[in-house]
């Protein structure tokens, strides 16, 4: 036999930590539901062990050196960063505003005039020279969006073309058995 009567009161009267307890208890109840024998017996052991393991310390809460999760991560690379990468980071103001500089100049060439009124490329020319006027920041933003719009729309368009010479590949060789 065991030596533990009622399971449920032999836990309850041992002192863990309430996550800890509510496992026990949990054990504790499947054990006095079984009638006395093997398996019973064998919960209670089981019971015993998980009891008297000794719980885990307490992990340590990590109070946030900054408001971004990754700013631990940013402030070590910013510290190994070499030369090359301060300069990366030094022009990288400058790359930018050439890039919208160009875009803009793009915008002001002459629309051709005879595209009419409601024509979506004369209105677009114009709505983005309109933000260029009101809020040229936002500009830089949008334009910094629609680029990296289109560098994944090439990219996804390089993955079709791949996808469909795979899945051609496959194809040929099936012909070539069926004949």
């Known amino acids: 036999m065991s030596g533990i009567e009622d399971p449920v009161t032999w836990v309850a009267a041992q ?3 309430p996550v800890r307890q509510r496992i026990l208890h949990a054990l504790a109840v499947r054990a006095a ?13 089981t019971l015993r062990l998980r ?17 971004h999760p990754l700013a631990g991560l940013l402030a070590l690379l910013q510290l190994d960063a070499g030369q090359e990468l301060r300069q990366v980071r030094i022009h990288h103001g400058t790359w930018r505003k050439l890039r919208a500089a160009r875009s803009i100049a793009d915008l002001n060439a ?3 005039g005879h595209l009419g009124p409601l024509n979506g490329q004369a209105l677009a020319t114009r709505a983005l020279q309109q933000i ?6 936002y500009l830089h933003r949008l334009l ?4 990296a719009i289109a560098a994944l729309e090439t990219l996804h368009a390089s993955g ?10 496959k ?4 012909r070539q058995r069926r004949r």
Do not use: C, F, N, Y
Not at 51 to 67: I, M, N, V
């Open 160 to 169: 079709e073309a791949e996808k469909q010479a795979r899945a051609s590949k």
């Open 51 to 67: 009891a008297s393991k000794a719980p885990l310390p307490p992990q340590k809460q990590h109070t946030p050196a900054a408001a």
């Open 171 to 174: 194809k040929a060789p099936e």
């Open 132 to 137: 260029h006027e009101l809020a040229p920041d």
């Open 110 to 112: 002459p629309v051709a």
């Open 33 to 45: 539901s079984e009638p006395p024998g093997a398996l019973r017996d064998k919960l209670i052991a």
């Open 144 to 147: 910094a969006q629609m680029d």
């Open 15 to 17: 002192g863990a930590d």
